[in-house]
């Protein structure tokens, strides 16, 4: 199993509505998640981080974590054409090792 | 707000020349970090280092390695550049508190002809 693991997409949603993303992990120790934003040719950009069960909102941005799922989740509402992108989720492995990435979902949001 | 520099948007190296990738954060960060991103593979840690002159090797270290003489500073050295190592190569670092969030450089693009 691959140690964090996305949908790779492309997720298409029409402007205005919700977009969900989703993110599994195979480390249950793993305690710190979070969500990069990364547009074509550039680099990943920190949009969300989450630590504890539950939601976690950001203006348009919820992060939700189920660690007895190892499950975590990225909501945009209102999406926005700008919010067309790759979404990476990355997860902090036990032991105090660097973050690991998915290999991202593609988002589109259609006009 | 975080700045993590690479040298470098462009490059282009020709197969077995030594090639320098120089990455600079100003944000004080003791963890510093070096990844490759290729279509669908993802990103993929090549070395990081969590101290002055201290370096660990990540997933793909194979043709690499790496150099921090500086804390703010870390280099990665292709020892003899080869066509599969043409890739998006980016720098990132963090504070030492487990490894939190990293913050990215703007990646450099390196072609090997």
């Known amino acids: 199993q691959k140690e964090v693991e996305q949908n790779s997409g492309p997720l298409s949603v029409p402007e205005g509505a919700i977009a969900s993303l989703n993110c599994t992990y195979s480390?249950?120790?793993?305690?710190?998640f979070f969500w990069y934003r990364q547009y074509s040719g550039k680099s990943p950009e920190l949009i969300m981080s989450?630590?504890?069960?539950g939601d976690k909102e950001d203006g348009r941005f919820t992060a939700q974590l189920n660690k007895a799922s190892q499950y975590v989740s990225l909501l945009i509402r209102d999406s926005q054409p700008s919010d067309s992108a790759t979404y990476l989720c990355a997860v902090e492995r036990s032991g105090n090792t660097p973050l690991v990435f998915g290999k991202g979902t593609r988002l589109s949001v259609i006009a | 707000d975080v700045k993590v520099t690479q040298s470098s948007r462009y490059l282009v190296k020709r197969t077995g020349e030594k090639v320098f990738l120089e990455c600079v954060q100003d944000?004080?960060?003791?963890?510093m970090f070096w990844y490759r991103q290729d279509p669908g593979l993802g990103l993929r840690l090549i070395y990081f280092?969590?101290?002055?002159?201290?370096?660990e090797k990540g997933d793909i270290p194979e043709g690499y390695s790496v150099s921090r003489e500086k804390k703010e500073r870390f280099s990665l050295i292709l020892e003899s550049a080869s066509t599969n190592q043409t890739s998006m190569y980016l720098c990132?670092?963090?504070?030492?508190?487990?490894?939190?969030?990293?913050?990215f450089g703007q990646g450099t693009r390196l072609t090997v002809v």
């Open positions: 480390d249950r120790g793993s305690q710190s």
């Open positions: 990132a670092s963090s504070h030492d508190r487990g490894f939190l969030e990293a913050f």
């Open positions: 989450i630590y504890s069960n």
């Open positions: 944000m004080d960060h003791e963890n």
């Open positions: 280092s969590y101290d002055v002159k201290m370096k």
